[in-house]
Each structure stands twice: as C-alpha cells, then as structure tokens.
C-alpha cells in the first residue's frame, strides 16, 4: 500500500486525541503554581523560625526534590503528571522526578551500569548545558562589570 505524506497527515490528525488547550494550560499553571506556592509556605515558616533567607532557600529546596522523590517512588507524582501536564515539570520537583524515575527504572540492571547510568542520562544534559550557560553569562558578567 503506497500512502501519500499528505493522505497519512490527514490519517493522523484524524486519529489524534483532540485537546483543550485552554483547560490544558489552566491546569497545568494551577497545578505548576501549587508546587510552587507549597515551597513558598514551607521556606516562610523556615523564614518564621529565625532562619536566614538563604537557609531558609536551601532547606526548602532540600525538602522539594526529597518529596519529589518519594512521591515519584511510591508512583504518585506520575498520576500528578498525567493530570497536570507541563505544570509539574518546570518546578525543581519535576527535575526531582525525572532522575528518581530513571533510577527506579534501571533499577534492576544494578548500581552501577543501571542507576549509575540511567540517572545521568537525565541529569547530565542538564548539568552540562547549565554549568555552560552559567559560565558564558558569567564571562559576559564579567566583561560588562569590568569596564
């Protein structure tokens, strides 16, 4: 059977879930800025407690990725994803769960050639790109405050 690219492009725009994109976004930003707003309270209660901002960051951020982690592990922030689209993937939290999930996933292959590597596969990308990016705008910092 021959198919043109225009017949299998009508096909499968047939054959695609239709999405509301309105409602898509609403939950997703919701949904996002809930994450986001529970890590508010938590870093004002540490703020409450007498403890400094930038402790009071860390220990928020600590207590984010190791939910994250957990609920990943116990298969509840997938269900979260599923709903939530977008929204649960731009806080730290969903950097949490894309390399908690990697690493239960490779799981059985062992410490080393599966957790060792698969959670990488993940967070590597990231690093890399983000301590690149770090020193290009910290070059061009430099050169801008220098004269």
């Known amino acids: 059977m021959n198919i043109t690219p225009q017949a299998y492009k009508k096909m499968s725009e047939k054959a695609e879930p239709k999405s509301n994109v309105l409602v898509n976004t609403f939950t997703a930003f919701m949904i996002g800025g809930g994450i986001c707003a529970v890590g508010q309270i938590i870093r004002s209660v ?3 407690y007498g403890f400094d901002t930038d402790k009071a960051s860390l220990w928020t951020s600590v207590i984010l990725v190791s939910t994250s982690a957990f ?3 116990l298969g509840w ?13 731009v806080p730290i939290t969903g950097f949490s ?3 908690s999930s990697s690493a239960i996933e490779a799981q059985s292959e062992g410490f080393v050639l599966g957790i060792g590597t698969k959670i990488f596969t993940i ?8 301590c690149a990016a770090a020193s290009v705008y910290g070059l061009i910092y430099y050169i801008f405050t220098s004269f």
């Open 46 to 48: 540490f703020l409450a």
């Open 71 to 73: 609920l990943t592990g």
């Open 77 to 89: 922030y997938q269900k979260l994803a599923k709903h939530a689209g977008a929204g649960t993937l």
């Open 97 to 99: 769960n894309s390399i």
């Open 123 to 130: 967070a590597g990308p990231v690093i890399l790109y983000g």
